[in-house]
């Protein structure tokens, strides 16, 4: 089993910038992929970004393309969600999760899951 410990997250305003961070410990070593997930207040958690930890690869969700930057620090073990021009819509929990299988942006294809950080966007 994978821990993740999510922080970083904070109140901002429309067009700001925010990093979000996820350390993880225990089991990584059959970890595959690392991923950022949301959820919103009413709403079902929507997939954010991932990020392969062997290759680096990365990829988005559509809403956040072009304005969201995921990396990864293999020495901490730690991976990051910079978040620019932040929008209202943005405003969520935002979860990290880990998964031993292939690229997937669905929640169920990932096994281990931090706290959750919020992040609130004003207008």
């Known amino acids: 089993q994978v821990q993740l410990v999510e922080s970083g997250g904070g109140l901002v305003q429309a067009g700001d910038s925010l990093m979000v961070s996820c350390a993880a410990s225990?089991?990584?070593?059959?970890?595959?992929?690392m991923a950022w997930f949301r959820q919103a207040p009413g709403k079902e958690r929507e997939f954010v970004s991932g990020?392969?930890?062997?290759?680096?690869?990365?990829y988005y969700a559509d809403a956040v393309k072009g304005r969201f930057t995921i990396s990864k620090d293999n020495v901490k073990n730690t991976v990051y969600l910079q978040m620019s021009s932040l929008k209202p819509e943005d405003t969520a929990v935002y979860y990290c999760?880990?998964?031993?299988?292939?690229?997937?942006?669905?929640?169920?294809?990932?096994?281990?899951w931090g706290q959750g950080t919020q992040v609130t966007v004003s207008s």
């Open positions: 225990g089991r990584i070593l059959g970890t595959n992929v």
């Open positions: 999760a880990a998964a031993n299988g292939l690229v997937s942006r669905s929640a169920a294809d990932f096994g281990s």
């Open positions: 990020i392969v930890w062997s290759s680096g690869f990365t």
